[in-house]
T-cell receptor, first 116, second 117 residues
Framework: GAVVSQHPSRVICKSGTSVKIECRSL??????MFWYRQFPKKSLMLMAT?????????EQGVEKDKFLINHASLTLSTLTVTSAHPEDSSFYIC????????????FGPGTRLTVT | AQSVTQLGSHVSVSEGALVLLRCNYS??????LFWYVQYPNQGLQLLLK??????LVKGINGFEAEFKKSETSFHLTKPSAHMSDAAEYFC???????????????FGAGTILRVKS
């Protein structure tokens, strides 16, 4: 149980294009999903927190107009990197949490984005 | 604000030897603490968590960690390393706030564990 998937696992796009990454909770309903970014040999940085049916809350320094998050259902959240640039190349990981109890988050396998 | 410090970005042990990965935290409120493992190009898998029950927490794959409030530490140990333990390990802290936007995880920088045969 508690499986989170991400699609695609890898994507290469040209500079200036937009890329959408999907995060799905496969066997549970996730009231809250988180999006992280992981730079090479670095830790995870929380980008935003999203709850189903409401606007995402972005962390300080994260451009909300560049990283669009939609949490349309209890099993799906999407992150769209708009007008991607090479500096957006990174490993993006989502996680999902059930309810509001401070339990662990279930992480997806990550998406490797390369912008050329 | 909460923070996590993992001492040692790389730790190397021999197969069968004790594994000790260090984690110190800073938190103005009693924290929840977690250890996650990440294999290359994969997401994170929870090893164990401390949520204010027993201070010695046992996790998967033979790992355990002890919460020491006086030392603000939550070090991860395993008595005997296996080759399959080679991975990157992250310590994380969160607060106890409930609600939609509470309980965010703050991660340490990670420790890469190498296991020598």
């Amino acid at each position: 149980g508690a499986v989170v998937s991400q699609h695609p696992s890898r994507v290469i796009c040209k500079s200036g294009t937009s890329v959408k990454i999907e995060c799905r909770s496969l066997d549970f309903q996730a009231t809250t999903m988180f999006w992280y970014r992981q730079f090479p040999k670095k830790s995870l940085m929380l980008m935003a927190t999203s709850n189903e049916g409401s606007k995402a809350t972005y962390e300080q320094g994260v451009e909300k107009d560049k990283f669009l998050i939609n949490h349309a259902s209890l099993t799906l959240s999407t992150l769209t990197v708009t007008s991607a640039h090479p500096e957006d190349s990174s490993f993006y990981i989502c996680s999902a949490r059930v309810g509001t109890t401070p339990s662990e988050q279930y992480f997806g396998p990550g998406t490797r984005l390369t912008v050329t | 604000a909460q923070s996590v410090t993992q001492l040692g970005s790389h730790v190397s042990v021999s197969e069968g030897a004790l594994v000790l990965l260090r984690c110190n935290y800073s938190s103005s409120v009693p924290p929840y603490l977690f250890w996650y493992v990440q294999y290359p190009n994969q997401g994170l898998q929870l090893l164990l968590k401390y949520t204010s029950a027993a201070t010695l927490v046992k996790g998967i794959n033979g790992f355990e960690a002890e919460f020491k409030k006086s030392e603000t530490s939550f070090h991860l140990t395993k008595p005997s390393a296996h080759m399959s333990d080679a991975a990157e390990y992250f310590c994380a802290v969160s607060d106890r706030s409930r609600g939609e936007y509470g309980n965010k995880l703050v991660f340490g920088a990670g420790t890469i564990l190498r296991v020598k045969s």
